[in-house]
């Protein structure tokens, strides 16, 4: 099985600017999650989504937003670019809770991630 | 809240010298820890799922333990590529999602 692929790899964008970024989950996983990290801060959790729908929302502010397809597929936008948006944004995929997983659990699979660099 | 603390935040190993690596948690309703090695610039590669204290899973020279309150990634004697950010996260379900928490990871270097 193919693994989870993000694209770009790489962008480099200037403050105000808005970006999106892509991400395809394995086949067959319908939860997509959306992460960034920083060497700061670590790996924090920016949104879930599920048949198209966001489960869960960490703590960011409205400038970060995304959207899932119905092909599991989702995408995550950022606008107006600040300087402190520069990470590592990582997605990552898992099955349907319940369908695969031991006790409801399913792993999450990371993709390779986005380099965002705002200047 | 939920709170995952790995130790040590950096580690230094000569090749062949065998250590451990800690990952303490905070959580009500734990239904699943979980191990990732990270490279630099890359996305997290899963290791390992733990589901229930008292459990272990073995890969390679990697071994890893849960307690009720802990988990502990045992690597026996490591070659050079075994250096990495080992991340430690758990998982718990709160009202019909499962919430995962990350630790900030440990990082390795195997110095041959």
């Known amino acids: 099985k193919a693994g989870v692929t993000q694209t770009p790899r790489y962008l480099i964008k200037t403050r105000g600017q808005q970006v999106t970024l892509s991400c395809s989950p394995i086949s067959g996983h319908r939860s997509v999650s959306w992460y960034q990290q920083t060497p700061g801060q670590g790996l924090q959790f920016l949104f879930e989504?599920?048949?198209?729908?966001?489960?869960n929302k960490g703590n960011f502010p409205g400038r970060f937003s995304g959207r899932q397809f119905s092909n599991s597929r989702s995408e995550m936008n950022v606008s107006t670019l600040e300087l402190g948006d520069s990470a590592l944004y990582l997605c990552?995929?898992?099955?349907?809770?319940?369908?695969?997983?031991?006790?409801?659990?399913?792993?999450?699979?990371f993709g390779p991630g986005t380099r965002l660099l705002v200047l | 809240e939920d709170q995952v603390t790995q130790s040590p935040e950096a580690l230094r190993l000569q090749e062949g010298e065998s250590s451990s690596l800690n990952c303490s948690y905070t959580v009500s309703g734990l239904r699943g820890l979980f191990w990732y090695r990270q490279d630099p610039g890359k996305g997290p590669e899963f290791l390992f799922t733990?589901?229930?204290a008292g459990e272990e899973k073995e890969k390679e020279r990697l071994k890893a333990t849960l307690t009720k309150k802990e988990s502990f990634l045992h690597i026996t004697a490591p070659k050079p590529e075994d250096s990495a950010t080992y991340l430690c996260a758990v998982q718990a379900n709160r009202g019909g999602y499962q919430k995962v928490t990350f630790g900030t990871g440990t990082k390795l270097q195997v110095i041959p």
């Open positions: 989504y599920f048949s198209e729908t966001q489960r």
């Open positions: 990552a995929s898992s099955a349907t809770p319940g369908t695969s997983g031991k006790m409801g659990v399913e792993t999450q699979y």
């Open positions: 733990l589901y229930s």
